[in-house]
RNA sequence: UGAGGUGUAGCGCAGUUUGGUAGCGCGUCUGGUUAGGGACCAGAAGGUCGUGGGUUCAAGUCCCGUCACCUCAACCA
């Protein structure tokens, strides 16, 4: 390609994937960094990402009967300590505000790290019969976690999701709630964000701080690398004994609800870039894309090239697509690699030669062809390319991933499998032990059971397996 | 928590070794010529050098303190 000059500006993805995703990040301008250690600016185009993807969540959430809600940002810390793994696994990373209005406050206020605490005491006080459940509620809102080590959208001290929270009379009722929300959450990953992921149980040592089961979705990146883009947990009655959530049943008795939680957070941008990126920038999927195509005029100042780019975004606007002309004073070499960066889905480039010719160019982001279109009716075309680079971009990032699922029965295939960047399934006794030990030599993390698979013997003792597991390293 | 690094114009940086008029590139603004993969000419605006103190005739530069951010490692539902 004959723009090195703008290859040079974001790292090579290749050889220094880490340092490629801050780059696209910041040269996009989708984040900046905070003034306060670990915290971020969203920017308007990364938040316009946002946007689309709470907007296609938000309808899915509300056509399965959950309402929205939104409860205090800070948390007695008191409701920390009265479930027990809970504390323990938030402790760590919880800021607290201990002064107020001038003075000392009596009791410490956490900022919430997650509201299973706050939700939980707000529901046993509005729960009182079975004529009371379910309760589904959902609330989008922030949540702040003192991590150590931050990064853009996978981990900042404080970021943007949603959280679920439901009650229900029976475990088999919570149970279901759980795994219809991550189908929910798998389907709008696949379908919205054209990420493939697996879903699928979590391991005692990753599940969620109070939680019976925890399943979560994860999802491949251009590394290899697995990142946790979303979770479902069924918390049993963990919280409802905790936060006295009971009610009267039909047959008279008091009884303890059964609690599920669910969220999805903005690491879901960081997924999409780290998913889909490659060396010129950002690729975004059409229906999470802020800007779906943008028209550049070529020589947009002789006769009629601005008239015709002006008409085709007011039809293509009446189709609501996201479209954007770009009659900014730059050249057309800069407003290319610009967009390209910016991972929008479809440029059309019309100049003087296509009006005569009754012809525009469309190039598409995904594969980077070049075509020449009739320009009557392009609309047409549009919305089916737009179509087409969304299906096309889940079928190559599947594609991609199922390339690299490679199985291992010993601790050296296993350490060779995530070393090439894969998802590595192995069979598994169940034991902490062996679990830990391929933490420790492998730096691979369990992800999730590979549910309906067997095998003979555990990779790394030998015994007798009891489950398949998925190993990656993992953001 | 450990180890490194960086704070100078909107952005990216040089200048600090050896103290002496505040610099460069990009961007921005004005005017003009251009235009199919980062165009060009001419002109212009823009800085209490992170912060506090000290040394000195003189500090972006030397000394002491302090704050912030970044990177890598460790940690992390």
């Known amino acids: 390609m004959a723009n090195d000059s703008f290859v040079e500006q974001i790292a090579d993805i290749e050889k220094d994937f880490p340092q490629w995703y801050t780059d696209v990040v910041l040269k996009t301008k989708l984040v900046d960094y905070g003034p306060v250690k670990g915290t971020m600016v969203i920017r308007p185009y990364g ?14 959430f509300k056509a399965t009967g959950h309402k929205n809600a ?3 940002l800070l ?3 008191s409701f920390f300590t009265k479930e027990a793994e809970h504390v323990e696994g938030f402790a760590p990373e919880v800021a607290v505000v201990t002064h ?20 939980g005491s707000m529901y046993s006080k509005w729960l009182q019969s079975y004529r009371d459940l379910p309760i589904k509620i959902n609330q989008w809102c922030n949540v702040m976690r003192w991590e150590k080590t931050t990064r853009p959208f996978l981990r900042t001290s404080e970021f943007l999701w949603q959280e679920g929270h439901t009650a229900h009379a029976t475990a088999e009722e919570a149970e279901a709630e759980t795994m219809q929300m991550l ?12 990420i493939p992921v697996i879903t699928g149980r979590k391991t005692e040592k990753e599940k969620f701080a109070g939680a019976v ?15 946790q883009a979303g979770t479902s947990h069924f918390l049993g009655q963990n919280f409802a004994k905790a936060f006295e959530i009971k009610f009267l049943d039909k047959d008279g008795s008091q009884k303890y609800a059964y609690t599920s939680s669910w969220g999805v957070s903005t690491r879901l941008i960081g997924a999409l870039i780290m998913a889909h990126g490659d060396q010129r920038g950002l690729v975004l999927p059409p229906k999470v894309a802020p800007t779906q195509v943008v028209i550049v005029p070529i020589a947009a100042k002789k006769g009629g090239v601005v008239e015709v780019c002006e008409k085709l975004k007011e039809k293509l606007e009446k189709m609501s697509v996201r479209v954007e002309f770009d009659n900014t004073d730059s050249s057309p070499g800069w407003k290319f690699n610009e967009w390209e960066m910016k991972g929008v889905p479809l440029r059309i480039e019309i100049g003087p030669r296509d009006i005569e010719n009754g012809k525009a160019m469309i190039f598409r982001r995904d594969t980077c062809a070049k075509d020449s279109y009739d320009l009557e009716d392009i609309e047409k075309t549009v919305l089916k390319l737009l179509e087409s680079v969304q299906k096309d971009m889940l079928e190559s990032a599947r594609a991609r991933r199922d390339g690299r699922i490679v199985y291992a029965n010993s601790m050296a295939e296993i350490l060779k499998g995530v070393e090439g960047g894969n998802f590595v399934k192995a069979g598994w006794c169940g034991c902490r032990e062996c679990e830990d030990k391929v933490k420790a030599e492998t730096a691979a993390s369990a992800r999730v059971y590979a549910e309906g ?18 190993f990656a390293r993992a953001y």
């Open 47 to 60: 938040y316009a990402i946002w946007e689309n993807i709470q907007a296609e969540l938000d309808s899915r």
């Open 70 to 72: 939104y409860f205090p």
């Open 75 to 77: 948390i007695p810390m």
């Open 100 to 119: 107020a209005g001038g003075e000392e406050l009596a009791e410490p206020l956490a900022i919430r790290p997650t509201s299973e605490t706050v939700i």
């Open 183 to 194: 189908a929910i959450y798998k389907e709008f990953a696949e379908n919205v964000l054209a």
């Open 213 to 227: 089961a925890t399943y979560g979705m994860e999802a491949m990146m251009k590394d290899g690398k697995s990142l």
């Open 453 to 470: 698979e067997t095998a003979e013997k555990c990779a790394v003792c030998g015994k007798k397996a009891e489950h398949v597991i998925i």
